[in-house]
């Protein structure tokens, strides 16, 4: 279903939106120090989209895929880590859009990747992403109570990442600091913040 989109107008705005990333991450790589990590907002690549679940669909890209792959290389010439988030489809999860953080090390590759732990709901406003929250019981089964809510060691300090809203919720930042948390990255789609 993707590959019929991404023949049009959509895989154009991905393309443009990849390389308004690698324009800002050379940019913080060429001006001053070199950054240990470049942060970019909740959807530099898709953008936030309104409408339903099945519009929302043809906004989404996989993890990893040539999306992240491009940015991967830009990492790897940096020397920094990268760390974005994205509307994402993945096999395992078939008809689900989610909202998902990849952390990309300086060797290119994809270290970790972040699920969004929830979304605003029963406020009148239904958002059509699957988080941990709507999938708990599945999510533990196939990849442990730990991931939901990991942590990445990395030689700068232990990593994690707390997607938007999330913020507003302490007991998801006091677990990710009782696994050793040191730096809590918070990409949002807030203008303000989360």
């Known amino acids: 279903q993707r590959g019929a989109v991404m023949g049009g107008l959509i895989y154009e705005g991905l393309a443009k939106n990849v390389e308004r990333m690698a324009y800002w991450i050379n940019e913080a790589c060429s001006k001053g120090k070199k950054p240990d990590f470049i942060l970019f907002n909740e959807f530099p690549l898709t ?7 099945n519009e929302k669909l043809k906004f989404t890209i996989r993890i990893p895929g040539p999306e992240t792959q491009r940015i991967g290389e830009l990492a790897k010439a940096c020397d920094t880590y990268v760390i974005f988030g994205s509307y994402a489809t993945d096999p395992d999860w078939p008809g689900h859009i989610l909202s998902l953080n990849p952390v990309i090390g300086r060797d290119g590759k994809i270290k970790a990747t972040y699920w969004k ?11 059509p992403t699957t988080t941990v929250e709507n999938v708990r019981d599945r999510f533990r089964s196939k990849y442990g109570i730990e991931e939901e809510f990991p ?16 913020l507003n919720f302490p007991e998801t930042v006091r677990r990710l600091t009782l696994r050793g948390a040191e730096i809590i990255l918070n990409p949002t789609g807030e203008v303000n913040g989360a």
């Not at 732990?117 to 958002?127: A, Y």
């Open 47 to 53: 953008g936030y989209s309104a409408g339903s679940r």
């Open 117 to 127: 732990s929830r979304n605003v709901l029963r406020l009148g406003d239904e958002i």
């Open 151 to 166: 942590v990445l060691e990395t030689e700068i300090g232990t990593l994690a990442c707390v997607i938007c809203y999330d």
